[in-house]
């Protein structure tokens, strides 16, 4: 009688609740290795099972084990769900306890101690890269190893027979990334769903692996102060075509400094080559290069000219120079960044910014000074708290820093409540403001109001957002509770901004708060000549949001999706609100203020359609605002070149 084959089940989950799936990269690289070697395949069946962020511990549990369990059960363990699957482990050890749990990821990457002291029923943690090391650790199952010796195996940290931790030799970092099979072109991640659609929200791939930096904040998968290493372009070509074939509209690439190599150029004159002939994909969306470098303009004109879109970021992360020395941070020249984002200004490129607060060495005043100074160049920022990860330098130094911290109410990050430079007061104070940052500035609720109200009002876009913080402090009507409960619990709760995000996007009553406070609070404090022209643009911000409305709820009267017909532009569906009169064209408008360019003949009515695309449910719990900028609702003009 044949022996059965043995089971490997692959979980992940993604940080958000999505209608979409997140796909599952890691898992994928994972199974297509294994799959790879001739006696696993034929000995072993490997399923991936993929949750997305609202996924509860119950119906995890329930969905996995419900129809018996594995022999090998491997997580890929990030920060948000590094609890969750610890519980799931332990469940799965006591329905099979000569079963394997594997722990892999970032957030456990070389803490074994640590992890194995807290959950001793995981079996073996994975350092570093995992493809070549997954496949050995399965073919030492198949040899019927025992959990407790497998150090013959590098990479891993295991428990021996005393349950003493032991970890292995380092394994060398995988030179030639094209010995990890394709996890699209072997099939390991299916590009269909039951119903022959794209099943996820965006297509992840990685074109290189390693990083040149080594910022006090950052881990990157241990790939820090590392040699950059890369995909071919024929194999990533071939991963191209293959999303196109199924409509793909964004890549999102998992790359540490996209736009640094001469790689980087021929892998975006590959993508605008394939979307000629197929139409798709549309976006590119990464983590651009640091420092800019010729390449990165060259690649930026390419995308323009072929009308290939993304969110160029300038990673600043902070613009004090005390706290960019303790971040071991080679910023760009402070001239390069205002350049480059002068430069994209003229170009009519989208661009935003990424600040982080509570870094050692940063105050609020030097924190507000450098987010105005951005601001005033860049008006989309996002700012984050600071979080301490795992095998960083402020993790491993966080005593020379002062670091206070707590984890997560359901996750395992640290987070920061005071250090040297930082009270806990300023910290909870600066928390309410990114969440009002992160709602109207970074989402965006406001795209086009910043730099009108800066030049023409006077109000910085810090002063905008103290002035709405106060707002929902102090107005008690009923509709601004939601805005207020997730302000004051943002410093205690991650998780707040979502249920808000959907609330102003999804309803008239959150966006009937915003023009109170607009009409109340601001509007009095900015000369009354430019009044009309601030009060057109707010209007204008409202009334182009993405045309959703909340689950379970009545249709909004002004914005609802069924007061639009439905049309195909380009092979993309998009809601049509046909002549519309509007006081002017707000974006030629702003457009002309940030070159610094005469406006007043603009000011005149003008009679156009605003398209809205179709799908914005799928996105906007996410909080992912390069996605989301997307669905924003554009005029005839913008889209169809009228």
Partial sequence: MAASRSQVWLVQQGIWAMALESMPLASGYLKATALQDERIAANADIRIHNFDGGCTLFGMANELFRDGVPDVIAFSVLGWNYREFAALAETFKQINPRGWVVFGGNHVSQQAHRVFAMYPFVDVVVNGEGEFTFRDLLLARLDDCSPRDLGHIAGISFQDGSGTPVTTEDRPRIDDLDSIPSPFLTGAIPMTDENGVFPYDVALLETNRGCPYKCSFCYWGGAVGQRVRAFSRERLRQEIELFARHKVHTLVLCDANFGMMRADLEF?????????????????????????????????????????????????????????????????????????????????????????????????????????????????????????????????????????????????????????????????????????????????????????????????????????????????????????TGMVNSFTDSDVLAPVLTYVYGSDEAKDVLRRWWTESVLPSVPAAVRSILDTVFEYDLLTLPAYTVPGQSPSTRYANETFPQVEVDGESYYVWRDLRLACDVPALVLALRREEPYEHMMGEVVTSVYYKTGANNFLPSTNHEEILYYMGRLERQLLGK
Avoid at 278 to 300: C, L, M, Q
Avoid at 444 to 468: D, K, M, Y
């Fill in 268 to 484: 975006v004159q590959d993508v605008i080559d394939v979307r000629t002939e197929y139409g798709f994909p549309r976006s590119i969306e990464t983590s651009w290069a640091k420092n800019k470098s010729k390449v990165f303009y060259e690649i930026v004109r390419a995308m323009k000219e072929a009308g290939l879109h993304s969110s160029f970021t300038l990673a600043l992360q902070t613009l004090d120079e005390d706290t960019l020395d303790l971040m071991n941070r080679r910023n760009m020249k402070v001239n390069d960044w205002e350049g480059l984002a002068e430069w994209l200004t003229r170009e009519g490129l989208d661009c935003y910014a990424e600040l982080i607060w509570g870094a050692p060495g940063e105050t609020i005043e030097s924190f507000m000074k450098g987010y105005d100074r951005l601001a005033s160049h860049v008006s989309r920022v996002a700012v984050y708290p600071m979080l301490i990860l795992p095998n960083t330098t402020y993790h491993q130094d966080r005593d020379r820093f002062g670091l206070v911290t707590v984890r997560g109410n359901t996750d395992d990050f640290e987070y920061l409540l005071s250090h040297d430079t930082m009270s806990s007061r300023d910290n909870q104070y600066m928390h309410r403001f990114i969440f009002v940052s992160r709602l109207i500035a970074e989402n965006p609720v406001f795209r086009n109001l910043w730099a009108p109200l800066r030049t023409l009002g006077g109000i910085t876009q810090s002063e905008l957002i103290r002035s709405l913080m106060d707002w929902f402090d102090n107005d008690r009507h009923a509709a601004t509770e939601p805005f207020r």
